[in-house]
């Protein structure tokens, strides 16, 4: 199940996992990626590769907060590629 919601230029944004203040998403217009997640909060932002769980990109978190996020994900794996892959075969649209 998604939530959906919008960001700024009104692309969708499911929102698939809420973990304390983290919020796992992704943008509706990445299908041709592979599979990942980003993750925001507040003013700071990251992006996970799921297939080998990965750091992609990061802005704003320490060392030490990634480290824990990273943990989420790994635990979260298969929870995020289903919802990935839901998402991408329309079943979550």
Known sequence: MCDHSQD???TIVPTVLRIGPYKFYFYSHEPNE???V???RD????????NKPQLARNIGFSAKELN???????????ELL???????S???R
């Open 68 to 78: 824990k996020i990273f943990k989420i994900v790994n635990e979260h794996k298969y």
């Open 43 to 50: 003013e700071s932002s990251a992006k996970f590769w799921l």
């Open 8 to 10: 700024l230029d009104g």
């Open 82 to 88: 289903e919802a990935w892959n839901g998402y991408f």
């Open 38 to 40: 980003h993750v925001d």
């Open 90 to 92: 329309k079943k979550c």
């Open 34 to 36: 592979p599979a990942h």
